[in-house]
């Protein structure tokens, strides 16, 4: 399975972006999908995660209230609907899916990962 992350970009301080992951097979069906950043020289960290079956979602504490994680109703493609963006909000975003049930927030628990997309907010 290969996902495609897009939807990265250059932007300024309190605008807004929408990333999308798209997966090679019809549908998702996986138990979680996620979503991860790296800052610059910084290590991955856990930004969101759905759980595919309910639709309940789960976010860093660093996002809470300004990401959203939703996915379409054809269970092709997840998005990452992101408001709000600060400088610290700079990093290369992945989404990965199959991830272990009750460890959304740990990367090594997810087979399946994006080649990253950009983000970078300008102060």
């Known amino acids: 399975v290969q996902l495609q992350a897009s939807g990265g970009g250059l932007v300024q301080t309190g605008t807004s972006l929408r990333l999308s992951c798209v997966a090679s097979?019809?549908?998702?069906?996986?138990?979680?999908v996620g979503w991860f950043r790296q800052p610059p020289g910084k290590e991955r960290e856990f930004v969101a995660s759905?759980?595919?079956?309910?639709?309940?979602?789960y976010y860093g504490d660093s996002v809470k209230g300004r990401f959203t994680i939703s996915r379409d109703t054809a269970g092709k493609t997840v998005y990452l609907q992101m408001d709000n963006l600060q400088p610290e909000d700079t990093a290369v975003y992945y989404c990965?899916?199959?991830?272990?049930?009750?460890?959304?927030?740990?990367?090594?628990?997810?087979?399946?990962w994006g080649q990253g997309t950009q983000v970078t907010v300008s102060s």
């Open positions: 097979r019809r549908t998702f069906n996986f138990p979680t």
């Open positions: 759905i759980r595919w079956n309910g639709g309940t979602t």
């Open positions: 990965a899916a199959d991830g272990r049930l009750g460890f959304d927030a740990r990367s090594d628990e997810y087979s399946y």
